[in-house]
Structures are given as structure tokens and as C-alpha cells.
């Protein structure tokens, strides 16, 4: 079946450093993908999509670009900032939309 | 305008209770799922609802059963509580269809004493 995984966390990183957060999946057909992030004590909110190869999406200086050789997407920022720490998620919707797989998180904590 | 919203935000019971969380959403999608989520953030659906119509279920006890009045409500409704169900429990809903992300509602952390 369908599966998504993430680069395990936490992530720590100071203020200003590059952010990476490796995504990979298995799917068949032509999934979309998405990027959540969850802060503490909420739910999750769409970050980013794409939803066919070569897209990149982006929002809030995050961005990611969908990798169909190499079934990948990674989610990079140029210059973290402290309300960055969240737990981030990678996920893929099946391509007939009836299977939305959510990789397992990674916690970012960005120290100032 | 809250989109998907769910209530209580906190429940704390005892070991054995009946308990529901209530879910609503006012985007019109046509579809909406429950999921739980451990103490480790990792995400777990449990439930998914088409147009009123149960289209996944994955391997949760009996104990839990969805309730949909209608495609914009989806309850979920959990019986003789265990330990092991305390979680974030969160519902979410979407169109249907490949490109359609979810929308999720503020989650229910549920605790069982």
C-alpha cells in the first residue's frame, strides 16, 4: 500500500539556519503531496502542496518540490525562525483520493 | 468562521464510561475522517465518511463507532473506555478527490483515568 516516510526528529537547529526535513513515499499512480505542520496544543494545517511532478509548492519561505524520479519531497527553509518549532508532517493523497497517507512527524525546535 | 470545529476540546473520564466528541464542518465537503493521535504525534485514521457513507475503516475496536446525521457532521461515539484510548483524537474533512487536502479540526484530547 501506500506509504510516506520522514527523516526522524527532533530537529534542533538555531535561529536563521537552513531548514530540511526529508520526505519520501510509495504510491502508485500519480499522488499529491502535502506538507502539514502542527503547533503545540493545536491541529494540523495545510504548509504546502503539489500536486504533479516538478510542482513546488510554497508558503511562509517554506517550499518543496515534488520529485517523481526520485519519490521525494522534501520540505526546505532558508532562514528558520522560533515560531517555526513544530511538528511537521509529510503526506500523499492516493490517486483516486480515497487513501490520505500521513508520514510519522518530525519535531522542529528552533532555539533562539 | 471556524471550519471544522470539535467539542469538548478536554475530556477526562474513568475507565469503563460511554463518551462522544462531536465533530462539524461548514466547508461543504463531502467528506470527513477521524483520526487519533498518540502521545508521540503520530497520526492514525480510524474513520472516513462519504456522503454519509462509512468508506474506510481501519482496524479499530468495536468499541468506537462513527455517527453521521449528516455530510456535514461526523460524532464519534466511544463505549466502556480503556487506558489505552487516551489520545488527541481529530477530525478532518475534505472534497473528495487526488488533489484535495483535509482540514483539521482543534482536536479532543481524551484522558482515561
Known amino acids: 500500500g501506500d506509504s510516506v516516510t520522514q527523516m526522524e526528529g527532533p530537529v534542533t537547529l538555531s535561529e536563521e539556519a537552513f531548514l530540511t526535513i526529508n520526505c519520501t513515499y510509495t504510491?502508485?499512480?500519480?499522488?499529491?503531496l502535502f506538507w502539514y505542520v502542527q503547533y503545540p496544543g493545536e491541529g494540523l494545517q495545510l504548509l504546502l502542496k503539489a500536486t504533479k511532478a516538478d510542482d513546488k509548492g510554497s508558503n511562509k519561505g517554506f517550499e518543496a518540490t515534488y520529485r517523481k524520479e526520485t519519490t521525494s519531497f522534501h520540505l526546505e527553509k532558508g532562514s528558520v525562525q522560533v515560531s517555526d518549532s513544530a511538528v511537521y508532517f509529510c503526506a500523499l493523497s492516493g490517486s483516486y483520493g480515497q487513501n490520505f497517507v500521513f508520514g510519522p512527524g518530525t519535531r522542529l525546535s528552533v532555539l533562539p | 468562521d471556524t471550519a471544522v470545529s470539535q467539542t469538548p476540546k478536554y475530556l477526562v473520564t474513568q475507565m469503563g464510561n460511554d463518551k462522544s466528541i462531536k465533530c462539524e464542518q461548514n466547508?461543504?465537503?463531502?467528506?470527513m475522517y477521524w483520526y487519533k493521535q498518540d502521545s508521540k504525534k503520530f497520526l492514525k485514521i480510524m474513520f472516513s465518511y462519504n456522503n454519509k457513507e462509512l468508506i474506510i475503516n481501519e482496524t479499530v475496536p468495536n468499541r468506537f463507532s462513527p455517527k453521521s446525521p449528516d455530510k456535514a457532521h461526523l460524532n464519534l461515539h466511544i463505549n466502556s473506555l480503556e487506558l489505552g484510548d487516551s489520545a488527541v483524537y481529530f477530525c478532518?474533512?475534505?472534497?473528495?478527490?487526488?488533489?484535495?487536502?483535509?482540514?483539521f479540526g482543534p482536536g479532543t484530547r481524551l484522558t482515561v483515568l
Open positions: 504510491a502508485t499512480g500519480y499522488p499529491s
Open positions: 478532518a474533512s475534505s472534497r473528495r478527490g487526488t488533489y484535495n487536502e483535509q482540514f
Open positions: 466547508l461543504g465537503h463531502d467528506t
